[in-house]
């Protein structure tokens, strides 16, 4: 299995992260994309991709730090990273458009970040890690009309519906699904689910963030990719080997493997 998507330099975990790994190995976890958030963790990214193969990297300014007002500084730390200032990442994100209540007023701004990154992944051809909340329909439309040129990528975390999250896939981009989609209630994640094409589904844990239900109040981790296989599994009516090998392939073939960790 791949986690494509988690956060185990985060400071909530990153003591632990040496023993998170070892336990999600364990349960045949063998791949784990760290996505970035800001600039003061891409080091903390590599530091843990440093010990331990598998482990890849991301670079990525969050559009929930936008409102912060360093955005312009964080972008331009970025720029530099890319251009050799830090090891090559696999990835650029995270990402993207947040319109929850609390970060809805610097959607304007977070557009023009958005599509900064977007040019940066262009220009060094990296796939890009898509945050996308309660944006749905102006991400789309940005992407349509000139983000999506010559970028592969991944919309993390879905939380969109089955008609959305098509329009991703015809737009030639992966469609992540979190501990959300264990949730039996949860119709509308599960109808997305369904609805993506194999070979273009990923999983991911988020951890330490969105732990599956059935599994809180435990802290999220990487181990717990297997329910979030197993469910996907369920909802597609495949065996869970089949989610297990195929989202593992999509991701190699996402991410590559040419650059893709630090480990030595």
Known sequence: ???????????AVRADADALVARARAVGVTGFLLAGVHPEGWRHEL??????????????????LVR???AAQMVDALARALDGELPRPAAIGEIGLDGSDE??????????????QLELARAHDLPVLLHVLKAHPRALELLAEHGVRGV?????????SADLVQ???????????????????????????????????LVETDAPFQTPPRLRPARNEPAFLVEIVRAVAQIKGL??????EATTANARRLFGQGSVHVAK
């Open 68 to 70: 912060d007002g360093r």
């Open 47 to 64: 530091e843990l991709a440093r010990r331990h193969s598998g482990v890849l990297v991301a670079y990525g300014v969050h559009p929930q």
């Open 1 to 11: 299995m791949f986690d494509s998507h988690c956060h185990l330099h985060d400071d």
């Open 152 to 160: 592969r990528g991944v919309l993390h975390s879905c939380s969109a």
């Open 103 to 116: 970060h809805a007023s610097s959607l304007d701004e977070q557009e023009r970040v958005f599509m900064q």
């Open 167 to 201: 329009r991703y896939v015809a737009l030639g981009l992966h469609v992540s699904f979190a501990g959300t989609v264990s949730n039996g209630q949860a119709r509308r994640i599960r109808a997305a689910a369904a609805s993506v094409p194999l070979d273009r589904l």
């Open 239 to 244: 065996p869970e080997s089949t989610i297990a």
